[in-house]
């Protein structure tokens, strides 16, 4: 029933593609309201699928590293792997600009999508949860 309200199936998790523009805390607030996080991003596979859905516009995902020492971390407790991340920030970026960037949007329809931006900033935003039945 999940998939009728709009939620996206891709290898075991259901991603929402938000239609309304939020700042980065109110997003991440709204997935958890939605039993899910702004998305992390594992794989080649799971950031085409995403960048393809995204078809050009820019979304919020759930990496930030805002409340940190200033380490890029996942909102959703995926271990943030930064050899591994390199392939999918745009050429440049981040590049703290303003000093004053500190969360991350799928800006582009590229494997190289990731920009960072300010947090204060709204944009549409990608939840992510995993598929657990909620009915016995
Ligand atoms: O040129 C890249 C640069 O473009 C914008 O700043 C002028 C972006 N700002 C926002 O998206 C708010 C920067 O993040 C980006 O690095
Ligand atoms: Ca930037």
Same mark, same amino acid.
């Given at each position: 029933q999940v998939v009728s309200q709009g939620w996206k199936h891709f290898r075991g998790h259901f991603y929402y593609f938000s239609q309304i523009p939020k700042t980065w805390y109110s997003a991440q607030q709204i997935c958890i309201s939605r039993n899910s996080h702004l998305t992390s991003v594992t794989s080649e596979s799971e950031q085409e699928f995403l960048y393809r859905t995204a078809g050009g516009l820019p979304y919020w995902i =759930?990496? !930030?590293?805002?409340?940190?020492?200033g380490d890029w971390h996942w909102v959703d407790g995926t271990p943030y792997n930064k050899v591994q991340s390199e392939?999918?920030?745009? *050429? =440049?970026? *981040?590049?703290n600009y303003g000093n004053n960037e500190h969360c991350v949007n799928l800006k !582009?329809?590229?494997?190289r999508s990731w920009n960072d931006a300010s947090c204060d900033n709204t944009f549409l935003f990608i939840c992510k949860r995993s598929y657990k039945p909620s009915e016995p």
């Open positions: =759930g990496l !930030t590293k805002a409340g940190s020492e392939k999918f920030w745009i *050429p =440049g970026e *981040p590049n !582009t329809s590229a494997l």
